[in-house]
Structures are given as structure tokens and as C-alpha cells.
């Protein structure tokens, strides 16, 4: 079946510091990838997606590139804010119905 | 336009009780799903309502589960009787006809759901 593995939090860094949140998946043919994150008392917002090999998606200074040969989806950001503090889950969707897979999530925290 | 509405926002039952979850959808979409995240675990899906009708109730755990969507508006989902393991937090999104998650999938903010 499809599945995702994302890395273990907590994550935290200092404000400025690089980004990497690790995803990898497990799907049949050709798989969508998202990043949703979801802040403290909010709904879970689609950060970015990508639809086919090679696609980088990008929003709000994250970036994830879709790896077909590697099964992975990795988000990063090159410079964090204080407020990117959230859980981010990586998710799929494979097939041709409206499903969506998730990771167990990553909390990320930003101290200054 | 106002988004996903979920109530209520936490809730603590015992063990054996029922509890009712609502979500309203943005006003105009056809599509509704649930989904559940239970202890820092990943996020599942549990079922996808196309207006009143389901269109896929495979991720329902059991038949302590049961969701309607009276007249294609909001929907309920009732756990009657709730055990330890339902404790979590569940997740309400909605969609417009012919869109999926590609494009407009909105998600309310859960209901935290304890069971004690």
C-alpha cells in the first residue's frame, strides 16, 4: 500500500538557521506529493505540491523537489522565522481518487 | 468566505459514551472528507462524502463509526460507543465539484477528541 515516512521531531532551531524536514514515500505509479503544515490552533494549509518527477514546488520560502529515483519529497528552507514554528506533514496522492496519504508529522520550533 | 467550521473544538467523554462531531464545509462544496490524526501518528483518512452520498467510507475504522451528510450541507460524525483508542484529532476538509486535492482541499482545525 502507499505510505509515508517523514523524520522524527522535534525539531528545533534558531531563527535564520537552515531547514531540512526529510520525506520519503511508498506508492503505486505516479504519485502527487504535498507539504501541508499546520500551525498552533489552525486547520492544516497546503504549503506546496508537486504532480510529476522533477517538479520543485515553492511557497512562503519553503521548497521540496520531487525525486522519483530516490522516492523523495524534502522540504527545506534556507533562512527559518520564528513564525514557521508548526507541524509540517509530507502527504500523497496516488491513484485517481481524492485520498491523501500522510507522514506522522514534524513539529519544527524557531527560537530566537 | 468563511472556511471549514469543525465544533466542537475539544471534547472529553467516558469511555462508553457518544459523541457527535459537526463539520460545515465552505458554502458550494460537493466534496467532504474526514480524517484522523491519533497520538502523533499520521494523519488517516476515513471517509469522502460527493454531496449527501458517500463515495469511499474504506479508512472507517468500525461500525462504532458513523458519518451522514444530511441534504449534501454539513456533516456529523457520531461515535456511539467511544473507547480509549478513538481519543484523537479529526480533521474535516471540503472541496468544490471537480477539484480534489491538487487545488482547492480546505481543511478545518479538528476536533480534539479525549476519551477517558
Known amino acids: 500500500g502507499n505510505s509515508v515516512t517523514q523524520m522524527e521531531g522535534p525539531v528545533t532551531l534558531s531563527e535564520e538557521a537552515f531547514l531540512t524536514i526529510n520525506c520519503t514515500y511508498t506508492a503505486t505509479g505516479y504519485p502527487s506529493l504535498f507539504w501541508y503544515v499546520q500551525y498552533p490552533g489552525e486547520g492544516l494549509q497546503l504549503l506546496l505540491k508537486a504532480t510529476k518527477a522533477d517538479d520543485k514546488g515553492s511557497n512562503k520560502g519553503f521548497e521540496a523537489t520531487y525525486r522519483k529515483e530516490t522516492t523523495s519529497f524534502h522540504l527545506e528552507k534556507g533562512s527559518v522565522q520564528v513564525s514557521d514554528s508548526a507541524v509540517y506533514f509530507c502527504?500523497?496522492?496516488?491513484?485517481?481518487?481524492?485520498?491523501?496519504?500522510f507522514g506522522t508529522g514534524t513539529q519544527l520550533k524557531v527560537e530566537l | 468566505e468563511a472556511g471549514v467550521t469543525q465544533f466542537p473544538s475539544h471534547s472529553v467523554i467516558e469511555k462508553g459514551q457518544t459523541v457527535t462531531l459537526r463539520c460545515d464545509p465552505i458554502s458550494g462544496h460537493d466534496n467532504l472528507y474526514w480524517y484522523r490524526r491519533v497520538m502523533g501518528k499520521e494523519i488517516k483518512f476515513l471517509l469522502h462524502?460527493?454531496?449527501?452520498?458517500?463515495?469511499?467510507e474504506s479508512g472507517m475504522p468500525n461500525n462504532r463509526f458513523l458519518a451522514e451528510r444530511t441534504g449534501g450541507t454539513y456533516s456529523t460524525l457520531k461515535v456511539q460507543p467511544a473507547e480509549l483508542e478513538d481519543s484523537g484529532v479529526y480533521f474535516c476538509?471540503?472541496?468544490?465539484?471537480?477539484?480534489?486535492?491538487?487545488?482547492?482541499?480546505?481543511f478545518g482545525s479538528g476536533t480534539r477528541l479525549t476519551v477517558v
Open positions: 476538509a471540503s472541496s468544490q465539484s471537480g477539484t480534489g486535492v491538487n487545488y482547492g482541499y480546505t
Open positions: 462524502f460527493v454531496k449527501e452520498s458517500k463515495q469511499d
Open positions: 502527504a500523497l496522492r496516488a491513484g485517481g481518487g481524492n485520498k491523501l496519504t
